[in-house]
Nanobody, 122 residues
Framework: QVQLVESGGGLVQAGGSLRLSCAASGPTFENYVMAWFRQAPGKEREFVAVIGDRGGYKYYADFAEGRFAISRGNAKNTVTLQMNNLKPEDTAVYYC???????????????WGQGTQVTVSS
């Protein structure tokens, strides 16, 4: 199965942008649905965005729609999350996840990265 490593987190001012990347190892990356979740302190892990195995299907949480964009490059085994117009409430650890099927619930994803911290200052 694939293994996932996120990068690209950091500290940014409100209104700024960050681009998160998730590098996958393994020969079958193109067979996996990929998603981003996030978890703020004291809160449950929540869905951010998902992309189908060929990249044709994308779906976003309401708070991400219009500000975030998920994409994937199967040739490079990467999935990215471009985040624009960031708000302080976007502060969280962001996780990359993989599974065989489209879904939006954290507990249904089998493979996770270690997470990358995103902090948005006001």
């Amino acid at each position: 199965q694939v293994q996932l490593v996120e990068s690209g987190g950091g500290l940014v001012q409100a209104g700024g942008s960050l681009r998160l990347s998730c590098a996958a190892s393994g020969p079958t990356f193109e067979n996996y649905v990929m998603a981003w979740f996030r978890q703020a302190p004291g809160k449950e892990r929540e869905f951010v965005a998902v992309i189908g195995d060929r990249g044709g299907y994308k779906y976003y949480a309401d708070f991400a729609e219009g500000r975030f964009a998920i994409s994937r490059g199967n040739a490079k085994n990467t999935v990215t999350l471009q985040m624009n117009n960031l708000k302080p409430e976007d502060t969280a650890v962001y996780y990359c996840a993989a599974d065989r099927y489209i879904n939006y619930v954290a507990s249904r994803f089998k493979i996770w990265g270690q997470g990358t911290q995103v902090t948005v200052s006001s």
